[in-house]
Every structure is written in C-alpha cells, then in structure tokens.
C-alpha cells in the first residue's frame, strides 16, 4: 500500500528550526512532483512549497521565501522541509502530498490541494512567541 508518513514536527520558540521529513512507502515517487502544504486551525489548507521530480525546480509561497527551504532525497524516497526562523503564524499541521498527474515534470509546479492526489496523516508544528 503506498504511503506518505511525515515526521519532524515539534514544539519550537520563535525564530528555531526544525526539518520535516516525508518519507514514501509501498512504491516509488522519484517520477512526481511533490508539495508540502499547511493547515492551521479555523483555516483552510494552504501551499507552502513544491519541488520537481528531481529537484530542479522548487517553488514556495512568498510568506516562507528565504525562511523554508524544500528538497528531496529520491534514494531515501524522502522530501524535506527545512524550516528556519520560524513564526508563530507559521503554526499548523504540515501534510505532505504527491502530484501524480504527470511523470517527469520540471515545471511548472501546482499550489492547488486538489492536483495532488495523495497525502500523508500530517504533522504538528507549534511555535511559541
């Protein structure tokens, strides 16, 4: 069965950092794009961040641009989500996601929750002021 399983959140005082990881199970998402996206309370889901098949190409959205940073590890069937000088606006649980619409995409890269077609069970961040 495939899956995503993130892991990596925590507790966190503003202006720390954590990594997220999100980790693929039960077949192989090396060939797709994928995203992290973010969910707070009260709010509906947001995009954070997107990277290629093979990393060439990334895009975030502005309120993390400079702060967070997506990569990948297609050998560990793992993406990241670097996460610096946090906030605490930045609260929320992260989910990552995999766009298997198409295979070998460079780009453009989708922010639309519904373009990605599997999701993993989320992780908490809290960041405390």
């Known amino acids: 069965q495939e899956q995503l399983v993130e892991s990596g959140g925590g507790l966190v005082q503003t202006g720390g950092s954590l990594r997220l990881s999100c980790a693929a199970s039960?077949?192989?998402?090396?060939?797709?794009?994928m995203g992290w996206f973010r969910q707070a309370p009260g709010k509906e889901r947001e995009f954070v961040a997107a990277?290629?098949?093979?990393?060439?190409?990334?895009y975030a959205v502005d309120s993390v641009k400079g702060r967070f940073t997506i990569s990948r590890d297609n050998a560990k069937n793992t993406v990241y989500l670097h996460m610096n000088s946090l906030k605490p606006e930045d609260t929320a649980v992260y989910y990552c996601?995999?766009?298997?619409?198409?295979?070998?995409?460079?780009?453009?890269?989708?922010?639309?929750?519904?373009?990605?077609?599997?999701w993993g069970q989320g992780t908490q961040v809290t960041v405390s002021a």
């Open positions: 996601a995999a766009d298997r619409s198409v295979a070998y995409r460079n780009g453009p890269l989708s922010s639309v929750p519904n373009e990605y077609d599997c």
């Open positions: 039960g077949r192989s998402f090396a060939n797709y794009a």
């Open positions: 990277i290629s098949w093979i990393g060439l190409t990334t």
